[in-house]
């Protein structure tokens, strides 16, 4: 029999919600029959999405006339804001709708605006005219109003993305029963197997619609994308009956903000054993209460513990409740903040990861726009092709990993051993910089064959631009993962929507910060009769090899700081978000019960990881 558990409500006077789905009566709901349908939404999404993505560099260049740098910036702030909106969406999710209506809502955003992004293929009146010429000086603008339509198209996908991306992981997570053996097992491989499944779907999905749009028709390229969203909301609701849901229970962002707020109120209080202050931990009451989870109280972050204390006796009410959750705050609330601030080390190290995998989605394109991508005497191959090699790694490790890795590891060591997040973490962090090390070689051979030739297209081959995607590629499968796996992991459940949410926000941060160094180089690096080092359509009167080199020196800081310093934040974090149950007691954080003993319930499961 299995145990469902509920992560207690910090939300101190819970807002009334709109009632929620069809509810599951049982805990049998869930499990790998419902996240089937939730992995086919995201593949269907992420079929629509990067196959924009993949190709939106190639569409603002060819079809719009923007200039190499205008585009760097469009599309990495775009990718930023798709990702801070999922900010909003963990807030909406947590606070009013649910994670099942909210990725709903944020899949038919996604639908909205990739039927936007087909009439601007579709209308010509909505782009500026065609221009062949290779200088931007050449070619006509879009104008403005034609740019603000592009914009809200994008900003539908943005807002699409805000409500699917902190969701999605967080909906598969609570499939499972993470107080079984078996459950615990089954979404370690969820989230190797989530990002498996809808890079397959890519990897041969979007070989054909990049293809379409580039050699065929971009309208035709951009409606099967937008066919590919309305089947995923298909197969979403599909699944309806098979979910396992969980109720809106108030956001963690007001719970943050209200632990700030009244520990710095009580700022003068005196934190420790020489207080005279006791804490505010009410009891948890009500049908529920036999199954609630509580976090137990650390000593680390000792300042917040202010929030917690009950200062003057006239804070609370005759029941013993706070009477204002802006001056007091529970224990379980400043917890929740604890387990927050305890994962930003890392994941900072997060941020700088991303930071050299943005670039083969723009400058990386723009390398293969202008080097020589024919295969025999007639195929040529479409720019944004260059990303299938990194899914294509992404995948293969994973099944490797996954498949030969811990198989073996488990016959030879008789337990299963998996590399740990921090092992995953450091790898990925030099495949980055080993990433943008190839990345400036390739680019100066580039450069260097095409002005001995005097061509704007370099007669190199594109497959030398290969081993820096696959790179790429490995730096995601290590890093995105682990990082993904360890948030979610180190959370407890209430925030398992945050986790997510945070996770994109890492990615966010990342494309952002990428547009502020691409911005300060060409500013620093210009000269009054002379481009900069990233200025220009054409690449071969750019220095990209010299910005390359210098993302490689910061992922090699990046490197040092997490080994040295962030590291160690991997393990503290686990043991400080440590559970206390009110029932069938657990001592060990999610992230390290796979290592406590079983209990009598689960030692049948004790030879069976069950995927």
Not at 311 to 332: F, T, V
């Amino acid at each position: 029999m299995e145990i469902m558990i509920h992560s207690t409500s910090l939300q101190q006077d819970p807002p009334t919600h709109p009632s929620p789905p069809p509810k599951a009566s049982t805990r049998k709901a869930g499990g790998w029959k419902a996240i089937k349908y939730i992995i086919g939404n995201e593949s269907f999404e992420k079929l629509a999405s990067m196959s924009l993505i993949s190709n939106i560099t190639v569409y603002l260049t060819t079809k719009y006339n923007l200039s190499g740098i205008f585009v760097v910036n469009v599309v990495n702030i775009w990718n930023g804001s798709s990702n801070i909106t999922s900010l909003a969406g963990a807030f909406v999710a947590d606070a009013y709708l649910g994670r099942f209506r909210t990725l709903l809502f944020g899949s038919i955003a996604s639908l909205l605006g990739m039927g936007t992004m087909t009439l601007t293929a579709a209308i010509h009146q909505l782009r500026p005219p065609t221009c062949d010429g290779r200088h931007q000086s050449h070619c006509p603008h879009p104008k403005s109003w034609q740019l603000a339509f592009l914009f809200i198209a994008l900003a539908f996908l943005s807002l699409g993305a805000g409500g699917i991306r902190p969701c999605n992981i967080a909906f598969g997570a609570d499939q499972f029963d993470i107080n079984t053996k078996k459950g615990r097992s089954q979404l370690e491989s969820f989230f190797n197997w989530w990002y498996f499944s809808f890079t397959i779907a890519l990897v041969v999905a979007l070989t054909a619609v990049v293809y379409v749009q580039t050699n065929f028709s971009w309208v035709l390229g951009f409606a099967i994308p937008t066919a590919c969203l309305a089947v995923s909301i298909t197969i979403f609701l599909l699944g309806c009956r098979t979910y396992f849901y969980k109720n809106p229970r108030g956001s963690i962002f007001t719970d943050i903000a209200k632990v700030i707020t009244a520990a710095c109120r009580k700022h003068r209080l005196t934190v420790g054993p020489a207080s005279k202050h006791s804490f505010y931990d009410p009891s948890i009451t009500g049908s529920e209460s036999p199954t609630l989870t509580m976090l137990t109280h650390t000593d680390r972050f000792m300042f917040l513990d202010k929030a917690a204390m009950v200062a003057d006796p006239s804070e609370l009410d005759n029941q013993g409740i706070a009477k204002s959750g802006w001056r007091l705050c529970s224990l379980q609330q400043v917890e929740q903040l604890k387990c927050l601030v305890a994962v930003l080390p890392v994941w900072v190290s997060g941020i700088g990861c991303f930071i050299a995998m943005d670039q083969q989605s723009t400058f990386g394109i723009l390398q293969a726009m202008q080097m020589d991508r024919t295969i025999g005497s007639h195929f040529m191959i479409p720019p944004g092709w260059m990303n299938l090699t990194s899914m294509i790694a992404l995948s293969i490790w994973i099944f490797i990993y996954e498949q030969v890795y811990i198989p073996q590891a488990r016959k030879i060591t008789r337990r299963d051993t998996r590399l740990t997040v921090q092992q995953r973490i450091s790898t990925g962090i030099l495949m980055s910089i080993l990433c943008m090390l190839v990345a400036g070689i390739v680019e100066k051979k580039r450069r260097d064959s095409a002005l001995k030739h005097g061509s704007f297209t370099s007669p190199t081959s594109f497959a030398l631009l290969l081993p820096q995607y696959v790179l790429s590629g490995m730096t995601e499968a290590f890093a995105a993962v682990a990082i993904m796996e360890f948030l979610t992991k180190q959370m407890p459940e209430s925030m398992r929507t945050t986790a997510g949410a945070v996770f994109f926000l890492s990615l966010s941060i990342a494309s952002y910060i990428g547009a502020l160094i691409v911005n300060i180089i060409h500013k620093a690096t210009k000269k009054t009769d002379q481009l900069s080092w990233l200025g220009g359509q054409d690449l071969n009167k750019n220095r990209l090899d010299y910005y390359y080199y210098i993302v490689a020196a910061l992922e090699v800081l990046n490197f040092v700081y997490f080994n040295f310093f962030a590291s160690h934040f991997v393990l503290s974090s686990s043991a400080g978000c440590e559970k206390r149950q009110l029932e069938n007691s657990i001592a060990c954080h999610p992230r390290t019960l796979s290592e406590c003993e079983p209990n009598e319930e689960e030692k049948g499961l004790e030879m069976h990881n069950n995927h």
